[in-house]
């Protein structure tokens, strides 16, 4: 049976990874979570930009990798990942993913390419205000980076690709648990 891909993307601070581990704790064993940011690049790799590294732009992700690995997994393929500590920026360990019969899979510049698009069988956006989203924001709390860079980049690459989302949840009026009750009732009666 091929896997049921989920996909949620939004900006930093929307609350993706908080919606998919709900996500995954309501639909159990039979869901997984995939986490883009596994596909960055890192800073020898990445686009340069008021003299800091650009981890919000597009040319971040190693695309083709993560192409790659989604269509293995979407023909229920078990694929191997680089795992990242999001905190040290580094690479931490292999792992071995194997496909389940749901994928919930989130990132920030989920929805910005065709062919990721086109595997996804569900597109959530997550929307937040900016402020909202700087408050909540765990990772990268340097302010002049934030306003430099993160948010231009979110109105640029990210917002942009709301049009492509089949449910647009605000996680600023609705609570996670909300949000996650929305996208249950909206799955196909089979989950």
Same mark, same amino acid.
């Given at each position: 049976?091929?896997?049921?891909?989920?996909?949620?993307?939004?900006?930093?601070?929307?609350?993706?990874?908080?919606?998919?581990?709900?996500?995954?704790?309501?639909?159990?064993?039979?869901?997984?979570?995939?986490?883009?940011?596994?596909?960055?690049?890192?800073?020898?790799?990445?686009?340069?930009?008021?003299?800091?590294?650009?981890?919000?732009?597009?040319?971040?992700?190693?695309?083709?990798?993560?192409?790659?690995?989604?269509?293995?997994?979407?023909?229920?393929?078990? #694929?191997?990942?680089?795992?990242?500590?999001?905190?040290?920026?580094?690479?931490?360990?292999?792992?071995?993913?194997?496909?389940?019969?749901?994928?919930?899979?989130?990132?920030?510049?989920?929805?910005?390419?065709?062919?990721?698009?086109?595997?996804?069988?569900?597109?959530?956006?997550?929307?937040?205000?900016?402020?909202?989203?700087?408050?909540?924001?765990?990772?990268?709390?340097?302010?002049?980076?934030?306003?430099?860079?993160?948010?231009?980049?979110?109105?640029?690459?990210?917002?942009?690709?709301?049009?492509?989302?089949?449910?647009?949840?605000?996680?600023?009026?609705?609570?996670?648990?909300? &949000? &996650?009750?929305?996208? #249950?009732?909206?799955?196909?009666?089979?989950?």
């Amino acid at each position: 049976m091929e896997p049921f891909f989920i996909g949620i993307t939004g900006g930093s601070g929307s609350g993706k990874t908080a919606l998919a581990k709900e996500l995954k704790k309501n639909l159990g064993k039979k869901a997984s979570i995939f986490h883009i940011d596994n596909y960055q690049k890192f800073e020898g790799k990445l686009p340069e930009i008021y003299g800091m590294k650009n981890w919000d732009h597009p040319k971040s992700i190693n695309w083709n990798k993560l192409i790659k690995d989604l269509v293995s997994l979407k023909n229920s393929k078990k #694929i191997i990942i680089k795992a990242r500590d999001q905190r040290k920026l580094k690479r931490i360990k292999e792992i071995v993913f194997p496909p389940s019969e749901i994928v919930i899979i989130e990132g920030y510049l989920l929805f910005y390419k065709k062919p990721i698009r086109n595997l996804l069988d569900i597109h959530i956006y997550l929307e937040a205000g900016g402020e909202a989203r700087i408050i909540r924001r765990t990772k990268f709390k340097n302010e002049k980076y934030i306003r430099k860079i993160l948010l231009p980049m979110h109105h640029k690459y990210i917002e942009s690709t709301r049009k492509f989302a089949n449910l647009v949840l605000n996680t600023e009026k609705y609570s996670i648990k909300q &949000c &996650c009750e929305k996208i #249950i009732r909206y799955l196909p009666n089979k989950f």
